[in-house]
């Protein structure tokens, strides 16, 4: 019995270990360019004012949306649209942002004034659809694509969420160990 005892700790030492070695196996793959979501070149008005409207999937305005325009994962300004879902950021410089509501996102080339090439817009688009499509998570707090907020927690913290699963496993086998009793 002390034989199955040393090759269960062993088992669960090997898989806590395996749990914290980064697996490349696993790694997204990158994503065709054919299905990346392009970019809207949008002219900024003076003093790097973006002017956008959220619409739902019908075109109609959304009122009293909350709108936050993103540099990354980093917050830059936070609006809400009036009653006829314009929205408007102020202090914008020339770069790629995301630009999300609760239900719809985009991604948009801001061009600074007189720099903007002819074919930009004036104004961004934001089209909200349904905030869970096929099982995907929606926008949540900021980070589209993120779901919940522990969801988001354990991205961020992996070898802590790697550590709470790998003690989930070792603790069970651990005392199963312990029951056995002495051999004899």
Known sequence: MKTRGRFGTTA???????????????????V??????????????EGGLLVGQVLNQEGLAQANVPVVVQMGEHEIV??????????AAQGLRGGQYTIASEQGYRVCRLWAPGTAPPSAEVNAVIVQEEA???????????HHGAGHPWLHWMKKHPYVTAGVIAGAIAIPIAFADDDDGPSS
């Open 132 to 142: 869970v499509v096929r099982g995907q998570w929606g926008y949540y707090g900021g």
């Open 12 to 30: 669960a030492a090997l898989v806590c270990v395996a749990m914290l070695v980064p697996q490349p196996i696993l790694a997204q793959q990158p």
């Open 78 to 87: 936070r609006s809400t649209t009036d009653q006829n879902g314009v929205f």
């Open 32 to 45: 065709p360019a054919a299905t990346m979501v392009e970019a809207q070149d949008v002219a900024l008005r």
